[in-house]
């Protein structure tokens, strides 16, 4: 786990989903394809909520059962070239436009170099707020559905509530 939310695996996903009950701490789950259909076919509650990390590729049907199913859809195989990704964000913007806006999550994991802010090349984090958020409007999202995906989707997925046991 790592602070501010448990990271597990598919076969995980029930204690997760405890630990998530009794902590009010998020949970983020890796699952494949196979991963999806049998959650979304024998356990579609323990997706509600849930951050689902989808890992290879995922063909859009399976991921919307994966929202229809209540989970946040983590986006997070950005490869930090535009000419790339160009690909997701059409992905990002078909599901925002299929009615799934607020399900979606981006996430960035850019590669370690030796480049940085020092030698003028400026935060690779960069990218993911200022460079991929224009391959999305390019691809037909608003600059206000693009604000929910960057801003108030992280912010309902990942708030940690507190449970009412104390009350």
Do not use: C, K
Not at 113 to 129: N, Q
Request: proline share 7%; charged share 20%; net charge negative.
């Amino acid at each position: 786990s790592r602070p501010g939310y448990v990271s597990a695996q598919w076969d995980q996903l029930s204690v997760a989903t405890v630990a998530r009950e009794e902590a009010g701490i998020p949970v983020v789950v890796g699952l494949g394809e196979s991963e999806i259909g049998t959650l979304v076919t024998a356990a579609p509650d323990a997706l509600d909520g849930v951050i689902a990390r989808v890992v290879g590729d995922v063909d859009d049907e399976r991921l919307i059962q994966l929202v229809e199913a209540g989970a946040f859809l983590l986006i997070d195989r950005l490869s930090g070239d535009p000419e790339l990704d160009r690909p997701v964000a059409g992905r990002i913007a078909r599901l925002a436009g299929a009615g799934y806006l607020q399900s979606l999550l981006l996430g960035y994991h850019p590669q370690s170099a030796p480049e940085s802010v020092s030698y003028g090349v400026g935060s690779r984090w960069s990218y993911l707020i200022e460079q991929f958020p224009l391959l999305v409007l390019d691809a037909g999202l608003d600059a206000m559905a693009m604000r929910t995906i960057l801003i108030e989707n992280p912010n309902e997925a990942f708030t940690i509530h507190p449970p009412h046991a104390l009350e």
